[in-house]
């Protein structure tokens, strides 16, 4: 029998036609299995966590069928309770499928601390940049008998004395002693 012969034998058609079938029968079983696990056209609405406790959002997101999942804590924000979800993704009002994660970011419990450089022996003008960089606050600036004028002589937070590698809470006030030119016990 001839390659010709066979392709338009009614036995090779026969063939094909069952071949089409079978395939549109299994994409037609495949894809209803889709719809059905996939809960196709089925949705969730994100609620809006912002500024709620850890505790809430993961109450509201297991009333809605979603997934609470922490990612980290960020800088302290003060307008925001402590250990509140201050980020959410996906934001609020999004339509997500049942069981999907919510990922939260929350507020720590205050400002990270930040370490004391050595200012000592710098003048006023270095360490008020340095210190403000850092996050710092410049609280009462006074002045003792030592020679070099404007320089720092100390450091002080709380009426001690801090020093260098000493950690602070950012935006805290940090008193300044410096010198007023004079020779200690000139006067």
């Given at each position: 029998?001839?390659?010709?012969?066979?392709?338009?034998?009614?036995?090779?058609?026969?063939?094909?036609?069952?071949?089409?079938?079978?395939?549109?029968?299994?994409?037609?079983?495949?894809?209803?299995?889709?719809?059905v696990t996939t809960n196709h056209g089925e949705f969730e609405t994100v609620p809006d966590l912002k500024g709620k406790s850890i505790g809430v959002a993961n109450l509201e997101l297991n009333e809605n069928n979603l997934?609470?999942?922490?990612?980290?804590?960020?800088?302290?924000?003060?307008?925001?309770?402590?250990?509140?979800?201050i980020e959410q993704d996906p934001i609020a009002g999004e339509k997500v499928k049942d069981g999907r994660k919510i990922y939260v970011t929350l507020n720590p419990s205050?400002?990270?601390?930040?370490?004391?450089?050595?200012?000592?022996?710098?003048?006023?003008?270095?360490?008020?940049?340095?210190?403000?960089?850092?996050?710092?606050?410049?609280?009462?600036?006074?002045?003792?008998?030592?020679?070099?004028?404007?320089?720092?002589?100390?450091?002080?937070?709380?009426?001690?004395e801090i020093k260098e590698g000493d950690e602070l809470p950012k935006t805290s006030k940090i008193d300044l002693v410096l010198g007023n030119g004079n020779r200690p016990g000139s006067n």
């Open positions: 029998m001839s390659l010709l012969k066979f392709l338009t034998s009614k036995t090779f058609l026969i063939q094909i036609i069952l071949a089409i079938v079978g395939l549109v029968v299994i994409c037609f079983i495949l894809l209803k299995w889709l719809n997934k609470l999942e922490i990612l980290d804590s960020s800088n302290f924000n003060p307008d925001y309770p402590k250990f509140s979800v205050g400002f990270r601390k930040v370490k004391i450089p050595n200012l000592k022996e710098k003048t006023f003008r270095q360490a008020k940049p340095t210190l403000e960089a850092l996050g710092f606050a410049i609280g009462t600036i006074t002045f003792t008998d030592y020679l070099g004028e404007n320089e720092v002589v100390k450091l002080m937070y709380s009426g001690k």
